[in-house]
């Protein structure tokens, strides 16, 4: 009861959200944008790496295909926006699919080699349709409008990204639940008995693919309208190494964690960036040429040590912070009753 | 009527042929075991049998059907169940998510239908079932208590209740039980022991199992055939079996020319 009232509060709340911001905090509208959008990605990488097993370090690709799918559809084609992003959903899922074969002989580090291929080889590819693509220097998808409402502002677009990250967590959650997500973790911890077990390793590992690139898909295509500016050259290795750190960081196989992870993952420089500057502005070791040299660059190590800190103490995620608050209250609170009753008592 | 029949079966890996020209029946409703010594090839069969190892040579019919031309995946719905040496349960799943695995091939629904889960009657209804019939099983093997646990939590001996629950949902005709007596102490087996009878008897099924503890093999199988190097020494009744010249000496060597020598 008090859990379903604080989920409305919640969720009330970040409804709420982008019109209570003042407008210096654009810029937090604009990195929340963002780290939902790469949220998405990640739960549909998180089903892959966290749920089924299977490394991938070239998530990026998938997303980027998916953006200029949908670029394609709505700028090119003349579809309507609304349809062509689950569109390119499914294109990308297509290609996931297909690339999921070549995986299938291969797993862990090798797995992981051949998907950093990928990660490159597509990219490049998509540079050779300039047509489509634009090559390097890209093109620029148009602002969408849904029902008379033109998301041009980040404000706007937060509650585009927000509606679809609900719409696909649900789904994350219903697969999760079910017995395709059941086979997807059978078949990570053991492949020989999940095909005793009756799970076709093949059926499956290419289906995990398929629904982790159909989510960079979908993110892709939000991406590349809310960009209004995509390049093959953008979707490389860093966007795919940033993927792969939220789910380890906020906790592999569970969507909670891939939201949690991105959130943070996404928040964190701003956060050091504000630490180091008020730390330059304090005014102490104003003498010191040293000192301030330290300061200016303490975000990115500041950045670095949380991110080795996280994975040193919480080597489960972010979200296994709750779990452990949660016990470390029950086991306070127990002790406390222990400690009331026999008195009461005698 | 015999449900399994392996003709002039042979493996090899490279030079060494790990099984030689295997004939063996099992009988419907027996509980069958394959004894040997170390090395003897018993493993290699049930490999053979799930599907895992091609063989060069020799046919395997279950239920009047070439085995050899299903997939590994499409075993378990032929009505072929089967547990580990070392017990593979699934450590990310529990109890009861690793039973609904052992259902996968009964649950009819496909991704589409997964990703929609509860909102469509047909997957909601399907869950249902195989849960409750995952309770009925764990229920039966005095397991239910342990449902929401993951499995490498629980003592040893539950989690291989727990593999053989996962392969008794499955509505096995044939249960292979690879060296289900490891490493339990004697009172563990003579419960096992008991347990595998119940299991027979209550579901209809036919076993197979591969041990090292002749006091299980003999007091619980039917039939029983003994391997050596990869060939069939022996077939028979338990107490043919224990009198079979061959067997005594695969098991204990050869006694007398030993002795002679010393």
Known sequence: MTRKLLYVIGFA????LPQVLPEELNWLIMLLDRALMIAIVAI???????NAGQISLGHAAFMGFGAFVCYGLTDIIGVPFWFSVPIAGFV??????????????????????????????????????????????????????????SFSSDRAYFYLILVTLVVLVWIARNIQRSAVGRAFIALRDSEVAAQAMGISLAKYKTMAFAISAFYAGVAGGLWAHWLNYISPGNFGFGISIELFTIIVLGGLGTVSGAIVGALFLGLLPKLTEIISLSLQRSGAFADSFFMQNVFKNSNQVLTGVILILVVLYLPMGLVDLWRKARVWWETRRQAAGRQAVPRGVK | MAILELSGVTVR?????????????????????????NGAGKSTVFNVLSRYYE??????????????QYQPSQVVGLGIARTFQNVELFRGLTVWENLMVGQHHNI?????????????????????????RAMEVLEFLGIAAHRDAY????PYGIQKRVEFARALVSRPRLILLDEPAAGMNPSETEELAQLIKIMRDK???????????????????????????GRKIADGTPAEVQANPAVIKAYLGEEEVEAEHA
């Not at chain 2, 063989?55 to 050899?68: I, K, M, Q, S, Y």
């Open chain 1, 13 to 16: 709340a970040v409804l709420a």
């Open chain 1, 44 to 50: 549909g990488l998180n089903i892959l790496t966290g």
């Open chain 1, 92 to 149: 990308a899922a297509i290609l996931g699919w297909g690339l999921g074969f070549p995986a299938l002989r291969l797993s862990g580090h090798y797995l992981a080699i051949a998907t950093l291929g990928f990660g490159y080889a597509i990219p490049q590819i998509l540079n050779l349709f300039e047509g489509w693509t634009g090559g390097w220097t890209g093109v620029k998808p148009s602002v969408p409008t849904l029902f008379g409402i």
């Open chain 2, 13 to 37: 890996f490279g030079g060494i042929v790990a099984v030689n020209q295997l004939d063996m029946k099992v009988e419907e409703g027996t509980i069958h075991g394959l004894i040997g010594p």
């Open chain 2, 55 to 68: 063989p060069a040579e020799g046919t395997v019919t279950f239920d009047g059907r070439n085995l050899l």
């Open chain 2, 108 to 132: 009819r629904y496909g991704m589409f239908a997964a990703a929609l889960g509860g909102l469509l009657p047909r997957v909601r209804q399907a869950e249902q079932e195989a849960r409750d």
């Open chain 2, 151 to 154: 499995p490498q939590f629980l």
């Open chain 2, 203 to 229: 579901y209809e099924t036919t076993v197979l199992l591969v041990e090292h503890d002749m006091s299980l093999v003999m007091s619980i199988c039917e039939r029983i055939t003994v391997m050596d190097f």
